[in-house]
């Protein structure tokens, strides 16, 4: 079991952004060949999921439709004012698991690793954690 990390700059306060390279590269050098990939983001305002890669319309739309579920000015107390955020955040989760299989991340065909960020541009940390299975 090995873990590695790597930042990622955001450049919008709604965006996903494609991290699948970056965990394949984290995976190939676990050297494991059979196991399990976890990826975990340390933030309370962005976090992870796996979904279609293959058309970026998809991503758009997760973008602009998770804004409007969860509107930025409503009936909230948290006195920083990115309570959207926050929540968006609890709705994607901050970790997300993939087999590994060949040494490879085994993904299906149309998927791919998002950091989801929902109070940008910041600078995030993801973590990659490989464990043998
Ligand atoms: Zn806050």
């Not at 409007?68 to 990115?82: D, F, I, R, S, T």
């Amino acid at each position: 079991m090995g873990w590695v990390d790597f930042e990622v700059r955001t450049r919008r306060r709604a965006e996903l952004v494609d991290i699948t390279e970056r965990v394949a590269e984290a995976v190939a050098r676990s050297g494991i060949a059979e196991g399990t990939c976890h990826v975990f983001v340390p933030h309370t305002t962005a976090g992870v999921t796996i979904n279609e890669g293959a058309d970026p319309d998809v991503a758009a739309d997760i973008e602009s439709h998770m804004t409007e579920l969860v509107p930025k000015e409503a009936a909230y107390e948290h006195a920083e004012g990115n309570s959207d955020s926050h929540i968006k955040t609890v709705l994607v989760g901050p970790s997300c698991t993939a087999p590994v299989r060949e040494g490879k991340l085994a993904l299906g065909t149309w998927q791919a690793i998002f950091l989801c960020e929902w109070d940008g541009p910041r600078t995030r940390r993801v973590e990659v954690a490989v464990a043998r299975s």
